[in-house]
């Protein structure tokens, strides 16, 4: 962030950081379950509650508060399985295992929480790894070495698994999204409404926050990391994640989940659309469309 020689910002960063900071506390207040799912209009004809999106190839898959949707025809969206569960947590792992948390569809019994979930053939078929009953990831990531990161919101810490079955509870935290280095072992970013913050212990404990304020965090390779802020503004990070560049405006408004499938590919979910990027966020096509809801979490 630049900074006068005297050491002040200038009065437009200062307030552009601020506006920043206030949306991500309000995403932050609002980071809770948004009620049932499966209660829209037509929820195999619009998108609303995006929570988590990932890839396998050229296959798009979106996590949202009605299940995991694909796209089809003219980029319509495609339900992926039988299960309609909210997933609030979602990622794409190095192996091609989707990793999901959140809560169970209205009627289809279990416990509130679904803790940690797994699918082996793209989201047709989950099964329960751990937590169930116990935990609501709002955040996943997964290491290289298949350590999973997972943000417990409603206990407000990080939880660390060498397996997805045995977890360590780790730093205690207010964040909306978690990030993992894909080249350096123990390398944690979190989004916070102070700016992102990062540990270099696996998350046992972060540094003060870096000052920029983003939403949401990828790292998609060791030399893609991308973050976007409250507005929808795309910044890519270096240097391990302790400064940040801007890079573009992401069409559509306010985001809702961003994920860096490699060095040049990126997908970003914003208040109208699904977006992808193949030039590291030069030019965005959108994907789907979105029918915004009240808030992305």
Same mark, same amino acid.
């Given at each position: 962030?630049? +900074? ?11 307030? !552009?950081?601020? +506006? @920043? !900071? ?47 949707? +694909? ?48 699918? +082996? ?5 989950? =099964? ?54 894909? @080249? ?36 998609? !390779? ?33 985001? =809702? ?13 914003? =208040? ?26």
């Amino acid at each position: 962030m630049q +900074t006068h020689p005297s050491g002040r910002r200038p009065a437009a960063t200062t307030t !552009a950081a601020l +506006t @920043a !900071a206030v949306a991500l506390a309000l995403a932050l207040t609002a980071c809770t379950s948004t009620g049932p799912a499966g209660t829209g209009a037509d929820s195999g004809a619009s998108l609303s509650h995006i929570h988590g999106l990932g890839a396998r190839g050229d296959t798009l898959y979106v996590a949202t508060h009605e299940g995991l949707r +694909t796209a089809g025809a003219g980029g319509r969206p495609v339900p992926v399985g039988d299960r309609r569960d909210d997933f609030m947590g979602f990622t794409v792992t190095a192996s091609g295992t989707f990793l999901a948390s959140g809560h169970p569809a209205p009627g289809s019994g279990g416990p509130a929480d679904l803790g940690l979930i797994a699918s +082996t053939d793209s989201g047709r078929s989950w =099964q329960e790894k751990s937590l169930g009953g116990e935990v609501d990831f709002h955040s996943l990531d997964a290491a290289p070495d298949s350590t999973v990161y997972g943000y417990d919101s409603a206990n407000g810490l990080l939880r660390v698994s060498p397996d997805g079955v045995r977890w360590e509870e780790r730093a205690a935290l207010r964040a909306l999204d978690i990030a993992v280095s894909p @080249a350096t072992a123990g390398t944690v970013l979190a989004t916070t409404e102070t700016g992102v913050v990062r540990s270099t212990d696996g998350g046992r404990s972060f540094a003060p926050a870096s000052g920029q304020v983003l939403a949401y965090v990828s790292w998609g !390779a060791p030399d893609a990391l991308y973050g976007v802020d409250p507005s929808g503004v795309l910044f890519r990070g270096a240097n391990g994640g302790t400064s940040w560049t801007r890079v573009a405006s992401v069409p559509g408004g306010a985001p =809702q989940a961003l994920t860096v499938v490699d060095a040049r590919r990126l997908l970003v979910a914003t =208040q109208d659309g699904v977006y992808e990027s193949r030039d590291a966020g030069g030019r965005f096509e959108r994907r789907m469309a979105v029918t915004s809801g009240e808030d992305a979490h």
